[in-house]
């Protein structure tokens, strides 16, 4: 079993809660969204791995027998060409469950006209292998966000 | 093997949208498919990790090839999804 955790601080709602079909209907795989705390902070590792893809607004870590979890930081913010997002760790590096990955300001994205839900998918996940460890509700970064189930 | 060759003509690249589209589509058929640039090392076609990973953007060629009963028509199915808007 893998335990991926809260990449941000904030409520848990649920990836039907993101204003993005593609997440919103499980296209990219099942997970869960949380709406971040508005100030600025550092975006987390949720398992422990490799930085397989790393963009300002995007990341993939890749852990354990290749469980790939997806972090996506806001809906659109892929226009913002890494506008008020610093990176913390380099693409293809070694990264503890919970190490900081990305910097950035969900009030700015916010504030730019976007939907700042941050979106965390298991990659090639079937359906019923991933179950929230928080419902809905408050979520601390570094805490148990899901728990995705062994030989899936 | 049969195989096509086509341009990423998403603004996106073969991410988001384009990129669940085409994995989802791939996974519904019954036969081996895998993505590479050309001349590049093949993933798996039906892996929304291996795609993502790959990470083709706007207006890059890929290969797509696909073996078995049913290539052709699964191959045309999506080198429509990368080649459409």
């Known amino acids: 079993m893998t335990t991926v955790l809260a990449p941000v601080t904030g409520s848990v709602v649920g990836l039907a809660a993101v204003p993005d079909p593609v997440f919103a209907e499980g296209l990219v795989g099942p997970g869960t969204a949380i709406d971040p705390v508005r100030r600025p902070g550092r975006v987390l590792a949720p398992i422990a791995g490799v930085i397989r893809k790393l963009h300002p607004h995007a990341y993939v870590v890749v852990g354990a027998g290749g469980r790939g979890v997806l972090v996506h930081l806001g809906v659109d913010t892929v226009q913002l060409h890494g506008e008020g997002f610093r990176l913390l760790v380099a693409e293809g590096r070694p990264v503890r469950a919970g190490a900081p990955v990305v910097a950035w300001d969900p009030a700015m994205v916010e504030a730019g006209g976007r939907s700042p839900l941050c979106a965390v998918i298991a990659l090639d996940a079937p359906p019923g292998a991933v179950r929230p460890l928080v419902a809905a509700g408050p979520v601390r970064a570094g805490t148990g966000l899901l728990s995705w189930d062994a030989g899936c | ?85």
């Open chain 2, 1 to 85: 093997m049969p195989e096509r060759k086509v341009i990423v003509e998403a603004e996106v690249g073969l991410h988001a949208r384009p990129a669940a589209t085409f994995v989802q589509t791939a996974a519904e058929a019954p036969v081996e498919i895998t993505v590479a640039r050309p001349g590049g090392e093949p993933v798996n076609a039906k892996s929304i990790l291996s795609i993502l990973a790959l990470d083709v953007r706007h207006g890059e060629a890929i290969v797509i090839r696909a073996d078995g009963d049913g290539a052709e028509q699964v191959l045309d199915r999506l080198a429509a999804i990368v080649s459409g808007p």
